[in-house]
């Protein structure tokens, strides 16, 4: 049985998974500094050629498209906590277009690495673990609905 800190420590992780998703979605780059620590390491390199800091990382995801055309949808978190460290497994499903491509359909897990801080939970590592890209050439956007 979970103690009512565990049940804490565990929701409080699934709030800040769901700000990265909000912030990179919606290009919050302020909630983006709420998720990481200071001196956060996120790799990517499994499907491009990019690892950084925290800055960097923010700097490199400017580079998505215009909000509103795609999303980040995450669900399934395996979370193991150790005192004040954790460790997560979550998995995402990323609807994203590509220029000149059409549609691709993103699947991967997010293996992070977690602190709490005075502030909270936040990821210390990140790393992107791909699992398939399918594209769907041709396949108009569909604006988004407000």
């Given amino acids: 049985m979970l103690s009512l800190?565990?049940?804490s420590d565990r929701l409080e992780i699934q709030?800040?998974?769901?700000?990265?998703?909000?912030?990179?979605?919606?290009?919050?780059?302020?909630l983006w500094d709420e998720v990481f620590t200071e001196d956060a390491v996120l790799d990517y390199t499994e499907i491009s050629d990019f690892r950084g800091d925290r800055q960097s990382t923010k700097e490199w995801l400017q580079m998505m498209p215009p909000t509103g055309t795609y999303y980040h949808m995450t669900s399934t978190t395996k979370i193991t906590i150790d005192g004040d460290t954790a460790e997560s497994r979550t998995i995402c499903f990323n609807p994203m277009p590509a220029p000149e491509e059409g549609l691709r359909l993103i699947?991967?897990?997010?293996?992070?690495?977690?602190?709490?801080t005075p502030a909270g939970w936040r990821i210390k590592d990140r790393y992107y673990e791909r699992c398939y890209v399918y594209?769907?050439?041709?396949?108009?956007?569909?604006?988004?609905?407000?």
């Fill in 5 to 7: 800190l565990e049940i």
């Fill in 107 to 116: 699947g991967h897990w997010y293996r992070d690495q977690w602190v709490r």
């Fill in 15 to 30: 709030e800040v998974l769901a700000n990265y998703s909000t912030a990179v979605d919606r290009h919050d780059w302020d």
């Fill in 135 to 146: 594209p769907l050439p041709g396949l108009a956007e569909a604006p988004a609905e407000s």
